[in-house]
Each structure stands twice: as C-alpha cells, then as structure tokens.
C-alpha cells in the first residue's frame, strides 16, 4: 500500500464549487505539504504543517485553505474555485527529526476547473 | 529568499549518452541540496542528496557534488537509459529545516 495517498485522482469541476481534495499517510511524520504543479513553473507550495495544531501558508495560499485533522490526514480546499486553479497538485510529508527534510509524495490529484 | 535555478528542457539524448543537469541556488547560510525525479504520472520521489560543501550525492548512476564556491548542485549520469526519461527537480532545504525551495524542472528525453 502506498505510504501518501490522495483522493480524488482526477476531478473536473465548474467555477465557484467548493472542491476539497483529502491526503493520508501511514508514514507517521508529523510534517505535510501541499503544492501546485503548473507546466514550466515547477512546485509552489500551497500551505504546510508541522503538527496538527500547527498550519503555516506558503508562497501562493491565496484562494485556498487547509485542515489538519489528525497527524495523518491534511486536507486543502478551494472555497470557490476559478479556472486558474487547474493544476497538478501534491501532498507530500516529512520526518521532524530528519535532518535534511527529505519529503514523500503522493501521486497527485489532477484538477480541472472549467 | 532562496531560489534554485535549473536549465530549462526538453533535454533529449540517446541511450548510453552522457547527462549533465545544470542546478545553481541562492540561499542565506549553508542549505541541504537535493535532486528529485518525476516519472510520468507520478509523484516526486527523492534520487539523491547532499547536506554538507562538497558532499557528494549518488544513485542509480546519477550523480551531483555540492560545490559551495560556485553555489552549485549538477546531476550527472554517464550513460542513460530510455527509463531515465522523466522531469528532474533540482531543490534546496533551508538551515532551519522547514520547506523546500524547488527549481522548475528540466524534462530528459532518451531515444533508444
């Protein structure tokens, strides 16, 4: 079984629609991350969290929000969505004690806003 | 703020070619520097890293020295194969340890 999972894989939707794209990991890392991937513009980050009490915006959170509901899941949402949110996104976690912050994918969710 | 700037792609070779991936970073203080590969329809995955100057880091052939007088991260490989084909991200990890700072990525191409 994949250690970082997202659901849905895929999901098209239409302008304005809430759309909450989940991740879980069974790796036991305190630290989770999601990030935008545009074509050309390689990973941006979104927002992240070192613990579930603890949610920090990165570089480009406008538009979107986070909740930590437990050490394993971490989910973003988009409130309202516009179409130039359609991107590749990824979840991704690391090791609080790893000295160098090696970071673990998930496989991505493809979103498609129209 | 930190930065990483990587050659822009497509590169395309041919089997048993040689790589050079060409990576250089901005960054306050003494960062950790990583290469990362994407493999079509797949999340990143770590191929090699280096946390300290001139740490070498290596895997699966491909290769990158962290050169801190030239504020550089190359990844090299000797001989290619066509399953190298993939986008590699060059990214570099603050002395605090918090967030990675990715480059845009480079495409590789191999032709048998």
């Known amino acids: 079984d994949a250690d970082v999972t997202q659901t849905p894989r895929n999901r098209i939707t239409k302008t304005g629609k809430r759309i909450m794209l989940e991740c879980s990991q069974t790796?036991?890392?305190?630290?989770m991350y999601w990030y935008r991937q545009d074509p050309g513009l390689g990973l941006q980050l979104i927002y992240y969290?070192?613990?579930?009490?603890?949610?920090n915006k990165g570089e480009i959170s406008d538009g979107y929000s986070v909740s930590r509901q437990a050490q394993a899941k971490f989910s973003l949402s988009l409130e309202s969505a516009i179409p130039n949110q359609t991107a590749l996104y990824f979840c991704?976690?690391?090791?609080?004690?790893?000295?160098?912050?090696?970071?673990?994918f998930g496989p991505g969710t493809r979103l498609t806003v129209l | 703020g930190d930065s990483v700037t990587q050659m822009e792609g497509p590169v395309t070779l041919s089997e048993e070619a040689f790589l050079t991936i060409n990576c250089t970073y901005t960054a306050t203080g003494y960062p950790s520097l990583f290469w990362y590969v994407q493999y079509p329809g797949e999340g990143l995955q770590l191929l090699l890293k280096a946390t300290k100057a001139d740490d070498k880091g290596s895997n699966k052939g491909f290769e990158a020295t962290y050169r801190k007088e030239t504020t550089s991260f190359h990844l090299e490989k000797g001989s290619v194969q066509v399953s190298d084909s993939a986008v590699y991200f060059c990214a570099l990890s603050d002395q605090g340890y918090s967030t990675l700072t990715f480059g845009k990525g480079t495409m590789l191409l191999v032709s048998p």
């Open positions: 969290s070192f613990d579930v009490k603890d949610i």
């Open positions: 991704a976690t690391s090791d609080t004690d790893g000295l160098d912050n090696e970071q673990f």
């Open positions: 790796k036991g890392h305190d630290r």
